[in-house]
Every structure is written in structure tokens, then in C-alpha cells.
């Protein structure tokens, strides 16, 4: 199973900021550790062109970011300080998942250790989000012959919003998010589906909507390639999360919405997504056991 990353060093960010930097470096250690990141799976993304950019973004956007011409303004609504590390990272973290999803086409399954910046919308960016690597790999795939229709499975506990945005009314990208009702964004977009669940939502209740949202997804798709989005943050230890899922139930979780994907025979293209656990620790757990699931899957088979 192809990996693909984006960088080796943190990002550099403020004393005190709240972006848990970090977790893409300790990501790849603790895959490398654990024996699920043979250096023959471990590919270094190639940055995005503006040519797969311009396909989802404005001209203008793309222009401002990589110029370093951003307002103030624009940047506190992403969350992060302009700064040429800043771009350098972005464009290589839409390149992992345009990589991820070449691959899975050709060998079933790929994983970018990174991406999932799905509040960011065609003029602009927001939720530490910049381009929507999802949004541009999906054009890309679609571009250039590989894919037809494109499913995007979206488990980050923040709605999707850019990415239902960029999609409205395209019947090509069925997005599928489940997220919580009352967190960020306080503005949702309308996917093709959506599951909104309550604060405080545990194991029982965040499975039963995954697994029937998933399903429905995958029906009504038709889809050549699945995206999904496998975020951390609806873990119960979250800052940001405002859910009850335990470490196990994410586990299962990936399990029903990866193990549909391969029982139905479909290329399937994981990205991290969110997450913001007081203990970096256990986010790495749920992203390690999300990698080590996929590789059990693809390799010996559906395990529903």
C-alpha cells in the first residue's frame, strides 16, 4: 500500500498555536515503527501545479497564496501565517492525495498521511484549510480519463463545507459527510448527503450513522474511485470534537466504511483529516490503526 507524505518537518507556526503540527512527523515515525511503512510504500508528494489548482480555485486565490498577497484578514480565517514554508507544504499536501489516488486507481488502496482540507472553498480558505486536496485530486482523476464519478466518504467530525460547495449540483462527486450538528462550521453547506449528530454522540450512535450513511453513499454514487476522509477528531479525548467515540469505535468505524469500499471492488484513496487530541499520542493512535485496517483489507480481503 503506497503512502505518500508531504513533509518530514513540522510546520513552522507560532509559540502556543493551537494546529498540532507535529502529528504529520510523528505519523510517519511511529507507521515507519510499527513495520507499516516499508521504505517501498513511502513516497515523497510532488507539488501540485497550478493547472490541477486552477481546475477547483480561482485564479486570483491561487495567484494571492502562492504570491505571498493574503490580507491579514484572510489569513486569521484560515488559521495559519503566510510564509513560503506555509505554501511549499500546502502544494505538496494536494500533490500526497493527486499521488494517493493515482495509485489506489492502479493497486486498490493509497494513503496520503496528511490532507483532508475540506473547509477550503474556491476563493478562499478557512479551518486551517488552503486548497481542497480532495476537491483537486477528484478534478484531476476526472481530467485525465481515470475516473468518471468520484465518492467522497467525509468522517472528519467538522461538516465538509468547501468541498459540498464546490460539488453543489454536480451529479459527477456524490459527497457523504458525517459530522456534528453544532460544530464548526456554524454555516453548513448541503452535501449530496449529510448525517448531523449531536454533541456527546458515542460508539452506538456515530456507527449506525457511518455505516448508513456509507451505504446509501456508495449506492447512489456509482462511483469509479471513493475518497474518504478518515478524521480523528470525533475521538471522545478531542479539543475540538465535541463527540463520545472511543479509539475502538473509530476502528470500527474504518473498518465498515474501508471494508464497503473493498467489497464493492472500489479504488479507495484515505486522507487523514482533523484532529486535535490533548494528547498527541492518541490522535497517532487512531491514524496508525486507520493504515494498519487498510493494509489488513487489501490485502486479505474484505474482513466484514
Known sequence: MKLFYSERRPLPL???????????????????????APD??????????????????????????????MTDKEMRRIGFPWSPALVERVLRSVGATLGA???????????????????????H???????????????????????RRVVVLDCDVHQGNGTAAIFAGDASVFTFSVHGEKNFPFHKERSSLDIALPDGSGDEAYLAAVEQGTRLALEQANADLAVYIAGADPYEGDRLGRMAVSKAGLGQRDRLALGMCRAAGLPTTIVMGGGYARRIEDMIDIQVETIRIAIELWRGGCLL
Open 125 to 147: 480558505g478557512e479551518g486551517y484549510c488552503v486548497f481542497n486536496d480532495v476537491a483537486v485530486a477528484a478534478r484531476a482523476m476526472q481530467a485525465q480519463g481515470h475516473a
Open 40 to 69: 517501498g510504500a513511502l513516497c515523497q508528494a510532488q507539488p501540485a501545479s497550478r493547472e490541477d489548482l486552477l481546475r477547483v480555485h480561482t485564479a486570483d486565490y491561487i495567484g494571492r497564496m502562492l504570491g505571498g498577497e
Open 101 to 123: 489516488c493515482q495509485a489506489a486507481l492502479v493497486e486498490g488502496v493509497a494513503a496520503n498521511l496528511g490532507g483532508g482540507t475540506h473547509h477550503a472553498y474556491p476563493d
Open 14 to 36: 507560532p509559540e502556543g498555536h493551537s494546529f498540532p503540527a507535529p502529528k504529520y512527523t510523528l505519523l510517519l515515525e511511529r507507521l515507519q515503527a510499527a513495520g507499516l
